[in-house]
């Protein structure tokens, strides 16, 4: 069983994800924010991480650029956007993300993409 870091300030949208990548049998760790999020990362250990782009106080990146500060390797990371512009940030670090998903999230394509990440974690 894996361990998937959901991370989104918005409850009704974590809650939804919680519930379907649950429902795939997999263990959830929430978070609101980025904070929370790496004081998850240090009590569970993550299989992959679904980030949020848009939170108060920092964005889902910042959160991407903190984890690959950590020692040892980075879970595999998805990051959800409002828009598919969004994915052209002008940003050097989209290149490091490894999945992107698009508000509103079907469940299929959230079922897809941890999926793809747990296997993208699996050869790393």
Same mark, same amino acid.
């Given at each position: 069983?894996?361990?998937?870091?959901? &991370?989104? $300030?918005?409850? &009704?949208? *974590?809650?939804?994800?919680?519930?379907? !990548? /649950? /429902?795939? +049998?997999?263990?959830?760790?929430?978070? $609101?924010? !980025?904070?929370?999020?790496?004081?998850?990362?240090? $009590?569970?250990? !993550?299989?992959?991480?679904?980030?949020?782009? @848009?939170?108060? /106080?920092?964005? +889902?990146?910042?959160?991407?650029?903190?984890?690959?500060?950590? #020692? +040892?390797? *980075?879970?595999?990371?998805?990051?959800? %956007?409002? %828009?598919? #512009? #969004? @994915?052209?940030?002008?940003?050097? *670090? &989209?290149? @490091?993300? $490894?999945?992107?998903? %698009?508000?509103?999230?079907?469940?299929? #394509?959230? @079922?897809?993409? &941890?999926?793809?990440?747990? *296997?993208?974690?699996?050869?790393?």
């Amino acid at each position: 069983m894996s361990a998937i870091l959901i &991370v989104d $300030d918005d409850a &009704v949208s *974590r809650l939804l994800h919680t519930h379907i !990548v /649950g /429902g795939m +049998g997999h263990d959830v760790v929430q978070a $609101d924010s !980025v904070a929370s999020a790496l004081a998850a990362v240090d $009590d569970f250990s !993550v299989d992959a991480v679904i980030a949020d782009y @848009r939170m108060p /106080g920092a964005t +889902g990146l910042d959160l991407l650029d903190a984890l690959d500060a950590l #020692e +040892g390797p *980075r879970p595999p990371f998805a990051l959800i %956007t409002s %828009t598919s #512009e #969004e @994915r052209d940030l002008g940003d050097d *670090r &989209v290149a @490091r993300v $490894d999945a992107y998903l %698009t508000k509103p999230v079907a469940s299929t #394509e959230l @079922r897809r993409c &941890v999926d793809d990440l747990l *296997r993208a974690g699996s050869i790393r």
